[in-house]
């Protein structure tokens, strides 16, 4: 189904944007996370991107030109599909637009003796940003700076955490950090007070306590004069040297050292911590840069972080302790609960041999510098089955059933907070060996919040395993859009029959989850039956 995608409200003073460039044009496949365009707005220039996936069927603003805030930007949608109702609706749904305006205006805004007239000569209130389409709220993570530090352009204020992921939050302006208005570890809803920025000593009371909460400024300020603003999210894109640092640039400029086969680690970032720019690309001549700085990796403090300290609570005594749920936290209930509740689940189970399996990865293992685990195996063993079993690689619609020919697996990483499906694009084209190194890249990332919103999206098949912590056998819940989870069992040791004998053999459970508005019984099942094929026969991999 088609989606419009409208001019964002990009700061809290923009009334209007204009398109700088479009990175994307009508007919190219759109994935969550790309950029689709630079939009200049009152205060900067910044990246747009898609939080759809489909095909750009229309581009309702071009290059130069200006419209205002929830304007039509764009269509995405199938490809082929008829978006005419939408375009032509544009103007309908204008008055609807229009209407939010006289939110903001000061006549509306509730009477407070004590609200100042106007902002202080230089002073920006900074407000919570809406980072993601689906996003409330959000929760601060860590603090850079504090109160009385300086700030300029392009320092990194806070990282905050939204129900995507945890992302790098920079300032579009300098001065001094006058006050914080959302602790670390404290959550609030989009355009409440973040901070206030401002020369140093100038007297705020009052501002925070009785700024609008939808991110209006104070009951009579100028609209001339200095404003409230959204500070910019800046997601961190990295990329690894060869002496085990990384590389911090923003998705912009890693696309375009993509396209232009710049390698990143011989650019000088000019933005904090070393972090690359676009204007840092386009600007480096090879030949002649300088050793990049590198951000030195921070101290992972997620395994002290997860040890709960349990209180002493006497003999006969009712102790609780109320823990706050995190975005992480609510964002997975409501999904769970959303699939659990609206897709038809059924699971398959089937028991598969390991002993060949186990025989391979000692082999493979042997190999200096390579390390396979039976997770990669299972991971590589799905791959190939989904290529010949396309209906299990699909995701319903209404209107449609898509069916998936690319093979892009997510795996389930447990993490401090709750649980996270880091995704491995193009996984049947990956080597055992690639496989593995990618799988411990994506999970310890993950287990110290640096993975990108990009790296968690696009899946088509998710895999979970619990066979670590000695579970034999569960059931997931499916991870939608896919129509399909698989379950990873412990490898137990076991009797078992074998030629008519019983002997000593290692076996593991599979358990398939399927959607069964996609999936019937009998396709789940000869599934099963190919991947069971591939693990209890590793050679056959490699065919």
């Known amino acids: 189904m088609a989606t419009k995608i409208t001019m964002p409200r990009l700061s809290d003073t923009m009334t209007e944007g204009t398109v700088a460039t479009w990175l994307k044009k009508v007919g190219d496949t759109i994935k969550e996370g790309d950029i689709l365009a630079e939009i200049e707005t009152d205060k900067a220039t910044m990246e747009f991107e898609s939080f759809n996936s489909g095909t750009l069927l229309y581009i309702g603003i071009k290059e130069g030109e200006t419209a205002v805030v929830d304007s039509l930007l764009a269509i995405i949608g199938n ?34 003796a004590s609200v100042p007239a106007s902002l202080p000569k230089g002073v920006i209130v900074v407000t919570m940003p809406r980072l993601s389409d689906t996003m409330t709220e959000g929760t601060v993570a860590t603090w850079l700076k504090k109160v009385g530090d300086e700030v300029k352009e392009g320092d990194i204020l806070a990282e905050i955490e939204t129900d995507k992921a945890t992302m790098e939050f920079e300032s579009f302006n300098a001065g001094t950090l006058l006050f914080i208005g959302i602790n670390e570890g404290q959550s609030a809803p989009v355009d409440s007070v973040l901070a206030i920025i401002g020369p140093a000593g100038t007297d705020i009371s009052g501002i925070a306590e009785n700024y609008k909460k939808d991110g209006a400024a104070p009951v009579a300020a100028p609209a001339t004069t200095e404003q409230s603003v959204t500070a910019a999210p800046t997601i961190e894109a990295t990329q690894t040297t060869t002496d085990g640092g990384r590389i911090f640039a923003s998705p912009l400029a890693k696309q375009i050292a993509k396209d232009k086969g710049i390698n990143l680690s011989q650019i000088k970032g000019s933005g904090e911590n070393g972090r690359i720019t676009k204007s840092d690309v386009e600007n480096f001549t090879p030949g002649t840069a300088a ?32 823990i706050k749920n995190s975005q992480m936290r609510k964002i997975i209930a409501k999904r769970l609960a959303e699939s659990l509740f609206t897709a038809p689940h059924y699971n398959l189970v089937i028991e598969v041999t390991m002993d060949e399996a186990m025989k391979s990865r000692a082999v493979i293992n042997s190999v200096p510098d390579t390390k396979v685990s039976f997770n990669d195996m299972v991971i590589k063993a799905s791959a190939l089955a989904l290529k010949k079993h396309p209906k299990i690689n699909s995701q319903w619609s209404a209107e449609a059933i898509t069916i998936n020919y690319h093979v892009n ?35 310890g990332r993950a287990k110290s919040k640096k993975l990108l919103p990009s790296e968690m999206e696009g899946s088509t098949f998710t895999i979970s395993n619990l066979g670590m912590f000695g579970i034999t056998e569960f059931n997931s819940i499916i991870n939608q859009p896919n129509s399909a989870i698989l379950s990873v069992g412990a490898i137990v040791e076991k009797p078992v029959v074998k030629n008519g004998q019983i002997v000593v053999g290692n076996t593991m459970m599979l358990s398939l989850a399927c ?17 069971k094929q591939y693990i209890e026969n590793p050679v056959t991999m490699l065919a």
Request: no cysteine; glycine share 8%.
């Open 79 to 112: 490809e082929g599909e008829d978006i005419s109702g939408l375009i032509s609706g544009v103007a309908e749904a204008a008055p609807e637009v229009k209407a939010e305006a006289p939110a903001q205006t000061a006549s509306e805004a509730p009477a407070a």
């Open 291 to 322: 050793a990049s700085p590198v951000a030195q990796p921070t101290t992972d403090n997620a395994q002290a972080a997860a040890t709960v300290v349990k209180p002493f609570v006497p003999a006969g005594e009712i102790a609780t302790e109320e």
């Open 409 to 443: 697996i997510g795996v389930a990483v447990a993490v401090e907070d709750g649980l996270v499906v880091p995704v491995l694009p193009f996984t049947d084209g990956m080597s055992l060996s690639q496989i593995g190194a990618s799988v411990r890249d994506l999970a």
């Open 515 to 531: 959607d069964h508005r996609t999936i019937d019984g009998a396709t789940g099942a000869q599934f099963l039956q190919t991947l």
